[in-house]
């Protein structure tokens, strides 16, 4: 069976991969290194999370992109 997906699920999958790059991984980041009344293994794994969240999120929607652009519709 072919998968199919719609420009709108596309869309809104991109979009949410937007903000975990712009909203999320930098917040995880900003929870990790300035907030001092935690662990520090907790301060770890939030920066660790913030960081692979970035990257995790850019690969795919770089990824995306491309086949997208390689598609005719």
């Known amino acids: 069976m072919e998968q199919t ?3 709108r699920e596309f869309s809104k999958s991109q979009t ?4 975990d790059i712009l909203y999320v991984g930098p917040l995880l980041i900003y929870a990790g290194t300035f907030k001092s009344n935690l662990p520090n293994w ?3 794994s939030l920066v660790i999370t913030g960081v ?3 990257g995790y999120n ?3 929607y770089m990824k995306n992109r491309k ?3 390689s598609t005719t519709i």
């Open 5 to 7: 997906v719609n420009i």
């Open 16 to 19: 949410v991969r937007i903000y």
């Open 42 to 44: 907790v301060k770890a």
């Open 52 to 54: 692979l969240t970035i």
């Open 58 to 60: 850019a690969h795919y």
């Open 67 to 69: 086949e997208l652009n």
